[in-house]
């Protein structure tokens, strides 16, 4: 099964390699448009058999993330400008009331935000990894603050947010640079005791690049299959 590895080594079925790569790809898809996939093309890009990408999809459509068309394939549907909306509002009331609830910060949550921040500046040419980071940052929010049912919740959000977020440092030079400056004012505002203001700065910033039209020649680095 090639390209399929857990980045631990540890061992996994090949439901849940093809699982894991299929959840990677759909959230480097595009936002704008639909795309189909078909068990046989993403059979041969993963390099696995057809059982387990059907299983794969199965788990997938519970999870709202594309749709079975009988026929025609797994549709991942366009990510809308009301879904990202709903996405961003949903974001600020569970990240501001985390927040709220991490200070005053232990100096070592402090160094693991200003860490995963390194990371993230690391990874500045790389659109999937930074935004990998940026989710690593805001998850720690989240989980510091000691709700898991929040936490639960918040997480159920992740592949939307990487898909929008993807297409937002991609086809804007200047965003990845502005993201890090505003994690480094929440992580500095976390260790002042106050990062509310720091917080609500960054995720409206945030929903006014989501906002903005992808250029002209966005294609996300797929085909028009999604699978090249």
Known sequence: MSGLRNVDGST????????????????????DGGIFLSESEVARAAGTSRTPVREALLRLETEGLLKIVPKKGAYVPPISDSEIEAVMQARGLV???????????????????????????????????????????????????????????YESLRER???????????????????????????????????????????????????????ANWTGGHSVRGLS
């Open 161 to 215: 947010q990487i898909r929008m977020g993807i297409r937002a440092v991609a086809s804007d030079e200047d965003r990845a640079q502005q993201v890090l400056e505003e994690h480094s004012a929440i992580v500095r505002a976390i260790a002042a005791g106050d990062a509310v203001e720091a917080l609500a700065c960054h995720l409206a910033s945030t929903l006014a690049v989501l906002r903005l039209p992808a250029p």
């Open 95 to 153: 990240e501001d009331w985390c927040v709220r609830r991490v200070v005053p910060a232990s100096p070592s949550f402090v160094a693991e935000l200003e860490r995963i921040v390194a990371e993230q500046e690391a990874m500045i040419d790389d659109p999937v990894g930074f935004i990998d980071r940026d989710r690593d940052f805001h998850r720690a929010l989240v989980r510091q603050a000691g709700n898991p049912v929040l936490g639960e919740f």
């Open 12 to 31: 996994a079925s090949a439901q849940d390699l093809t699982y894991e790569w299929l959840r990677k790809h759909i959230s480097e898809l595009p936002r």
